[in-house]
């Protein structure tokens, strides 16, 4: 059997989400379920009756914890009846045949799929690009959750989530299961649509992704070996927002950043580099923290 796990908080999209995913789900007859994590308290009931076919989870957030993100995958896991799980998000809608294609390779004896995720159509992301380079190899060594599937046995031999992370969960699972030793297949047919929200919503999220980045390199010390080769960007605007003082003595500094400018012209390079700064500040933010 295989397992589609959507984790949702207060996301309206998730009407879409599960009309998309139980569509293809009917290209797998007997052989899959839906559950859905929801952490609204209540307030996606609506939806809910909606869809009587979606396996309900109603999750409750424990004292302390604002961000709940790595417990609700692991209760999906937990309570899912599926050899293979199947991990999506509320908001994102499926291409045709991505169901079918993300656990295509499962079936055939790989143990880890992820597939691509995109901006939806007419909307303006940063992301995109990123997503094709970073699915581009037969197989990779770090993903997200938002278009990812599994065996049962992976997660169990990992052991799930870190629940100490708010964000980065995804990406710290991903390390733990490539230094576990399982392969992870590409499949960048396998598309899902997401819709990434306006621009003050992406640099939020830059800001906490950058915080979360800081965190997974302190858990995963040895990876910090490689840090200038594989991720510059924790180094490099960092250390350009911290050496901003020197504008005082040199007032060319800032112009450092038309290199950064120039490398991404196509993309809109000031907002590539507003968006990098605030990821720099997050990892500053979560450098100094205690």
Do not use: T
């Given at each position: 059997m295989i397992s589609i796990v959507i984790i949702s908080k207060d996301e309206e999209g998730l009407e879409g989400t599960l009309r998309g995913v139980a569509r293809q789900a009917q290209d797998l007859p007997d052989r899959s379920e839906i559950l859905v994590v929801d952490a609204s308290e209540g307030r996606l009931d609506h939806i809910r009756d909606h869809h009587r076919q979606v396996r309900w989870l109603a999750y409750q957030r424990p004292p302390g914890v604002r961000v709940s993100i790595p417990h609700q995958r692991n209760l999906g896991v937990r309570a899912a009846r599926g050899e293979i799980v199947v991990f999506t998000d509320a908001g994102?809608?499926?291409?045709?045949?991505?169901?079918?294609?993300?656990?295509?390779?499962?079936?055939e004896g790989e143990r880890v799929t992820v597939g691509l995720a995109l901006a939806s159509p007419g909307s303006t992301t940063l992301y995109d690009k990123h997503a094709r380079q970073a699915i581009r190899s037969p197989y990779v060594t770090e993903f997200s959750t938002i278009n990812l599937a599994f065996g049962r046995e992976v997660f169990d031999a990992v052991g799930g989530f870190d629940e100490r992370f708010s964000y980065g969960s995804d990406v710290d699972f991903s390390w733990r299961v490539s230094d576990a030793g399982y392969r992870v297949c590409s499949v960048p047919e396998a598309v899902i649509r997401h819709d990434w929200g306006d621009w003050r919503r992406?640099?939020?999220?830059?800001?906490?992704?950058?915080?979360?980045?800081?965190?997974?390199?302190?858990?995963?010390?040895?990876?910090?070996?490689?840090?200038?080769?594989?991720?510059?960007?924790?180094?490099?605007?960092?250390?350009?927002?911290?050496g901003l003082p020197l504008t005082l003595v040199w007032p060319f500094y800032p112009a450092l950043l038309l290199i950064p400018a120039w490398?991404?012209?196509?993309?809109?390079?000031?907002?590539?580099?507003?968006?990098?700064?605030?990821?720099?500040?997050?990892?500053?933010?979560?450098?100094?923290?205690?």
């Open positions: 994102c809608y499926p291409e045709q045949e991505w169901l079918v294609r993300l656990v295509g390779p499962l079936l992406q640099l939020r999220r830059s800001y906490v992704y950058g915080k979360a980045r800081m965190r997974l390199f302190r858990k995963h010390r040895p990876s910090l070996k490689r840090v200038l080769r594989d991720d510059p960007m924790v180094v490099a605007y960092p250390a350009f927002l911290v490398r991404n012209r196509v993309d809109g390079p000031i907002r590539v580099i507003v968006d990098h700064l605030v990821y720099g500040v997050g990892i500053l933010a979560e450098l100094v923290a205690p």
